[in-house]
């Protein structure tokens, strides 16, 4: 699996990654030529080799020569949605600006559509945005994992004012994510930056690979106490059995909460963004019975729900722990049957389809339609979904 490692200790920004997948091989002609799908002119790209303390690597610059780039975040958007980039490239693209527009609503509390971008809406950070899908695209990236981010601290300045560092939108868009202290008082990480990482990276240490190139795209300023360069390690590594990310368990044990208030908990706390609820029984001290309350919250969730449960139940204390978890790959699908649509979850590891699961909703509805037995709809809808893969006429 074709993998790339960012090693960003002197901090991350839209255009420190178009130079690292320059110079990690990607041909300036050929990711200009992708960016020719934006509907947007007056820009060129310029590469460059400097030098960073005694290391070399590429600098890229975007020269354009607008003055005016306060666009809204819809603009962005449906300008992205409007181009004729290739799909990939669009998608992610959007997938970014989505980010940073959304930590700019929970910032200034407005909604996302309101949100006005300065620095970010300039055509230059445009072009580093879906400049980066595109050479993550063009290199045929099957993987990217990044170091913890270094946060900055002082003030920088900005179209809103004068900012502490970290800056609001970098902090926001990082909400969840591992930082380490940058001891630094220059920004190290910019918001379009944080919101490439976050959206294309797992956060993890360097993984066991074959090294193939490694790069450096080059930052502007010269640092005094570190080279300001990104690094890049690409190489290969084993196919990854399942894909990866870090949850949140909580647990607790109850043997004083009233039984009806149980159903509610859950209720509330799934509202409130658990991913998982489960109760088990457990024959606690003084033989006593009681409950096992464990929950699975989403990384950098834990310690609200946690205020939550504390709050909603019985509970005195709760155990909390982030865990890595291992999952396959899921997508639904829609696949016709005789009493009509259902749903259906399809499951795969490392890209094969190990597993289809019908949604039980929608089954449920078409055992009622149909006057069959559950069962037995669980079993055609399985049958029809796999015929409709070996057609190609699953539809998302």
Known sequence: MKTLYLDPFSGISGDMVLGLLVDLGLPVAELETALTGLPIAGWTLRAEREQRQGITGTRLRVECAETHHHRTWRDIDQMLAQSTLPAPVRDLARRIFLRIGTAEAKIHDIALEEVHFHEVGALDSIVDVVGAAAGLT??????????????????????????PLPAPATLEILRGLPVID???DFELVTPTGAAIAAEIANFASLPAMRIERCGYGVGGRNLADRPNLLRGILGETAEQLADTDQVEVLETHLDDCNPEW???????????GAL???????QMKKNRPGVGVRVIAPAGQGRRLAAQLLRDSSAIGVRRQLVE???????????????????VKL??????????????????QLARRAALPLPEVYR?????????????????
Request: charged share 25%.
């Open 182 to 184: 940058g001891n630094c």
């Open 347 to 364: 499951l795969r590891q490392g890209g094969r389809l190990v597993r289809i699961t019908p949604e039980f909703e929608s089954c449920r």
């Open 138 to 163: 063009a290199l045929k990236i099957d993987q990217v994992v990044c170091a913890p981010l270094p946060m900055s601290r002082g003030f920088v300045r900005c179209a809103h004012g004068t900012f």
């Open 262 to 272: 149980l159903g509610a908990l859950m209720e509330d706390l799934l509202a409130a």
């Open 325 to 343: 978890r291992l999952k396959l790959a899921r997508e639904s699908a829609q696949v016709a049957t005789p009493w009509g649509s259902a749903e």
């Open 276 to 282: 998982d609820v489960a109760f088990s029984p457990l």
């Open 380 to 396: 055609l809808v399985e049958a029809a979904a796999r015929d409709s893969l070996d057609q190609g006429e699953h539809r998302e």
